[in-house]
């Protein structure tokens, strides 16, 4: 399996400032990569697929960089509903894994 | 609109069988893969596996080869999934999603509300 690794676990932020998750995963995927955002208690939601497109509904302040090894979630202008976690995944092969996510808190 | 209802809570005791469901709306049933996806408690996600509805053809991740069965009946656009034999390690919340092509990466775009099993004598 490939094994995907997110950071940081949690980070804390404020409304208005920018923030950036990274994930790296443990062989060279491509671009076959995903972000989602999941709220307590709610189903996940796709944010970004294809490492850079993101899904349509998105907001544009949500981003996705990378290729290969290497890929980032920045979220700018944070606002109040993005206090959530955030799961990155790989689809280059199967079991299509996720990595274990990132806590965005209000500081 | 596309709509993945899943059906409700269960509890079950250890050694119990339970299958689950998962209802389609709004697209072609046949045309695209549905995953299956575990959140144990307070933990993150884990890809289960994925079948197409149009052949029944079914991926299994390793972790759960031969403790779970997927299965779909197109005549209700519903998939399945089934446990023999509970554990309380089964205990999790489980969704269902579309696995939909872009531009040749897969990715879960429409997801079920989840269903919430929970196992324990």
């Known amino acids: 399996d490939i094994l995907l690794t997110q950071s940081p676990s949690s980070l804390s932020a404020s409304v208005g400032d920018g923030v950036t998750i990274s994930c790296r995963p443990s062989?060279?995927?491509?671009?076959?990569f995903n972000w989602y955002q999941q709220k307590v208690m709610k189903a996940p939601k796709l944010l970004i697929h294809g490492a850079v497109n993101l899904q349509s509904g998105v907001p544009s302040r949500f981003s996705g960089s990378g290729t290969g090894t290497d890929f980032t979630l920045t979220i700018t202008n944070l606002q109040p509903e993005d206090f959530a976690t955030y799961y990155c995944q790989q689809t280059y092969s199967t079991p299509g894994t996720f990595g274990q996510g990132t806590k965005v808190e209000v500081k | 609109e596309v709509q993945l209802v899943q059906s409700g809570a269960e509890v079950k005791k250890p050694g119990e069988s339970l299958r689950i469901s998962c209802k389609v709306s709004?697209?072609?049933?046949?045309?695209?893969?549905i995953g299956w996806v575990r959140q144990m408690p307070g933990k993150g996600l884990e890809w289960m596996g994925i079948i197409f509805p149009g052949d029944s053809d079914t991926r299994y991740g390793p972790s759960f080869e031969g403790h779970v069965s997927m299965s779909v009946d197109k005549s209700s656009d519903t998939t399945f999934l089934q446990w023999n034999n509970l554990k309380e390690s089964d205990t999790a919340i489980y969704y269902c999603?579309?696995?939909?092509?872009?531009?040749?990466?897969?990715?879960?775009?429409?997801w079920g509300q989840g269903t919430l099993v929970t196992v324990s004598s």
């Open positions: 062989q060279n995927i491509s671009i076959y």
């Open positions: 709004g697209y072609r049933f046949s045309r695209y893969w």
């Open positions: 999603a579309r696995h939909e092509e872009f531009e040749g990466v897969m990715a879960f775009d429409y």
